[in-house]
């Protein structure tokens, strides 16, 4: 029997302070991050509004310069030996969020609301030592899938600038849930798999639209009002910040202003398979297929992987076996994508369906080539890398990207370019006992 499972998200329940005691394989986490809130009149600052077209908003941000979904970012070079930044009101109280300069290791804090804080200054490791990296770059994640942030403007040192980065020209999509967004992860969004998939093949920028709860299909699951086949196309996820913000009308996200994915994971189902949402195997399959195709339609090249489940793992008399989800259906919508049929169909536009009115015009002429792949979990998992609440252990997060980074770099022969800096942080233990 497999043991009943609980993904449920008290999106209800999430308030504007964010405080509460973390466990972390059984031990009480130390979270007394540096407190980094300075006065920001007491300084003599050079400073650039939140749109300056220095910064490089990673992820999914809005107008208002206000982050959503897992693990968004910031990212510029600097010159001088500080970094600031104002965040505005509709920043989550308390959010933790990681940063670092060039290769260094990430470092934390909690973001207070309205606050200006200090993240770089002479006293940070690194911002005297001389780079091969060069000018000197900043980042900064935000690391829940839930809170954010509010960027107003970034400071730097008086007589000191902020420098427009380049781009990698390698981009990943991650389109998921909780077990995307990096839930119950020890750094969640910067524990994630997703993360370190993309960060761990280096040299790659990526978005992760992933939130707990949610299902591929467009309806309400855990809380979440709407499926991926609807919240994909939107700035913002499907958590309570954003329903304060925009009701039920969240803004589109305008594909045409960013660049395309080369690319896209998907990793979603596990919520449709849950009997508490009432999702009908064909309904997920078509919505599966709906999403696919509307990602192909919004980045016609990219190659898209659908992932397979894991769904947990139960006692079968005295060893363990792994619980199935959509098996078959995701094996279905891999095979409609590399049928004969579909890649020798024309790709002419269907009519447009007026309740779907929203959706990016459909661009006629896409190639016929195989653009749909199969990554296959079985394996990777034993049920030791799920905890308590139903998700990938730290370990397990890693295993998973471990193998998507290889999965990818054989299929499309993409190099494994991080060569030092860390990927995943707080995950070096080891045996400090040489003889015994
Ligand atoms: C800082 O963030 C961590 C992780 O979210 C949280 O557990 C902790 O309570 C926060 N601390 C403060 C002072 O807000
Ligand atoms: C943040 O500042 C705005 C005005 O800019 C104010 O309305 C809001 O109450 C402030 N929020 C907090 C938590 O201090
Ligand atoms: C699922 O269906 C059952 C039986 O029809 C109903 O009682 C329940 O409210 C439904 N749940 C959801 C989340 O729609
Ligand atoms: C969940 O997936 C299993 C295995 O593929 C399938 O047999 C079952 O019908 C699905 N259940 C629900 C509730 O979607
Ligand atoms: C996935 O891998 C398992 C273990 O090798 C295998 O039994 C299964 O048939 C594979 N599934 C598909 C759809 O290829």
């Not at 919508?333 to 447009?352: D, G, I, M």
């Not at 369906?353 to 459909?362: E, V």
């Amino acid at each position: 029997m497999w043991i009943s499972k609980s993904w449920a998200v008290s999106l209800c329940c999430l308030s504007s302070f964010v405080s509460a005691t973390i466990l972390q394989n059984g031990q009480v986490r130390v979270t007394d991050y540096p407190n980094t809130v300075t006065e920001a009149s007491s300084h003599n600052w050079r400073t650039y509004p939140a749109n300056a077209a220095e910064l490089s908003y990673k992820g999914r941000w809005d107008d208002d310069h206000i982050s959503w979904w897992s693990v968004p970012g910031l990212k510029f070079g600097f010159t001088g030996k500080e970094v600031a930044i104002t965040f505005g009101p509709h920043t989550s109280n308390g959010v933790l969020v990681a940063y670092r300069i060039n290769g260094e290791d990430w470092q934390f804090s909690n973001i207070t609301t309205n606050a200006t804080h200090l993240l770089i200054s002479p006293s940070t490791e690194g911002v005297d030592l001389t780079s091969p990296i060069s000018p000197s770059t900043f980042e900064l994640r935000v690391t829940n899938w839930a809170y954010g942030v509010q960027v107003k403007s970034v400071h730097v040192a008086a007589g000191a600038s902020l420098i427009k980065l380049k781009d990698y020209n390698r981009r990943i999509e991650v389109i998921g849930d909780s077990l995307s967004s990096g839930m119950y992860g020890t750094y969640e969004g910067l524990s994630s798999y997703a993360y370190g998939l993309a960060a761990g093949l280096g040299d790659t920028e990526y978005s992760v639209t992933a939130y707990p709860g949610i299902c591929v299909t467009d309806q309400e699951c855990w809380g979440n009002p709407r499926g991926q086949t609807y919240q994909w196309y939107r700035t913002s996820d499907t958590g309570g910040r954003a329903t304060n913000i925009y009701g039920t009308n969240p803004p589109l996200w305008d594909f045409s202003k960013h660049p395309a994915a080369d690319i896209v994971v998907i990793n979603l189902g596990t919520n449709d398979n849950n009997t508490a949402n009432n999702v009908t195997n064909e309904d997920y399959y078509n919505s599966y297929i709906e999403l696919v195709e509307g990602v192909h339609n919004v980045w016609p090249k990219a190659q898209i992987i659908i992932s397979a489940l894991w769904n947990g793992f139960g006692k079968s008399g005295n060893t363990y076996i792994q619980g199935p989800a959509f098996v078959t259906e995701i094996w279905d919508v891999y095979k409609h994508f590399n049928s004969a049929s579909y890649l020798s169909s024309q790709h002419t536009c269907p009519p447009r369906n007026p309740l779907k009115w929203w959706l990016p015009p459909c661009k006629p002429g896409r190639p016929n080539a195989p653009f749909v792949h199969y990554f296959n979990t079985t394996g990777i998992l034993q049920h030791n890398d799920i905890g308590p609440l139903w998700h990938p252990t730290d370990v397990g997060y890693i295993k998973v990207a471990s193998h998507l980074m290889q999965y990818i770099n054989l299929k499309f022969g993409w190099e494994l370019r991080a060569t030092g800096p860390e990927v995943f942080h707080d995950t070096l233990y080891w045996n400090d006992q040489d003889s015994y």
